[in-house]
């Protein structure tokens, strides 16, 4: 079972609609990771938190929305999405971003496959 | 510009046939490299880091080594349950700390 966890594991809706993915990491990790995945296509980032504050916004859209409320919790709201939105949206967490290579990997949630209708 | 890439794209090997797994990076200045594994509909499991040419790391049937511009996941007599797709992915010192850049991945078959 993976430490990070992402809710819903499944998610339709349509393009008017607003939602939230959610993630929780209860390993102490001060770096969390929002990133999206199409099918037989690797991980691309989409935003990174360190120290609950944005560092890094990946040119997403402004439909996409982040949000740290703590150290442990990162969501992702959704407004007004396309068809193409679809995918698997992971979560992961790290030590920290100073020391992925050195003490702390990246650790991913299972995801969410989001459908938008 | 920072790339990553896989070779090949997808592999289908006997049980207990062993085979390597390529990964090529253009970085400047890596701080890292590493393997996950990935399960359909699963996110990717850790499995390696590697940090500076000529290291070495093994974890059962699977071990990985760099050099300065690739890496290889050996898969010694492989069996079913080690099919998966395999991503390589790196942090370069140069572009952010932050930014872990993943390759396309392999995808492994072994048939019993």
């Known amino acids: 079972d993976t430490e990070v966890t992402q809710t819903p594991k499944h998610l339709v809706m349509g393009m008017t609609n607003k939602k939230s993915l959610k993630c929780e990491q209860h390993?102490?990790?001060?770096?969390m990771y929002w990133y999206k995945q199409k099918a037989k296509k690797p991980p691309e980032l989409m935003f990174v938190?360190?120290?609950?504050?944005?560092?890094i916004n990946e040119s997403v859209p402004s439909r996409f929305s982040p949000e740290c409320p703590n150290s442990s919790l990162l969501n992702l709201h959704l407004h007004a999405l396309q068809p193409e939105d679809s995918a698997l949206y992971l979560c992961?967490?790290?030590?920290?971003?100073?020391?992925?290579?050195?003490?702390?990997?990246?650790?991913f949630g299972n995801g969410t496959r989001l459908t938008v209708t | 510009e920072d790339q990553v890439t896989q070779s090949p794209e997808a592999l289908r090997l006997q049980e207990g046939e062993s085979s390597s797994l390529n990964c090529s990076y253009t970085?400047?200045?890596?701080?890292?490299l590493f393997w996950y594994r990935q399960d359909p509909g699963k996110g990717p499991e850790f499995l390696f880091t590697l940090y500076s040419a000529g290291e070495e790391k093994e974890k059962e049937r699977l071990k990985a080594t760099l050099t300065k511009k690739e890496s290889f996941l050996h898969i010694t007599a492989p069996k079913p349950e080690d099919s998966a797709t395999y991503l390589c992915?790196?942090?370069?010192?140069?572009?952010?700390?932050?930014?872990?850049?993943f390759g396309p991945g392999t995808s492994l078959s072994v048939i019993p």
């Open positions: 938190y360190s120290y609950e504050k944005l560092s």
């Open positions: 390993m102490g990790h001060r770096a």
């Open positions: 970085v400047s200045g890596l701080r890292g």
């Open positions: 992915a790196v942090q370069a010192s140069l572009t952010s700390y932050d930014k872990v850049i």
């Open positions: 992961a967490s790290s030590l920290n971003t100073e020391q992925i290579s050195y003490n702390s990997p990246l650790h």
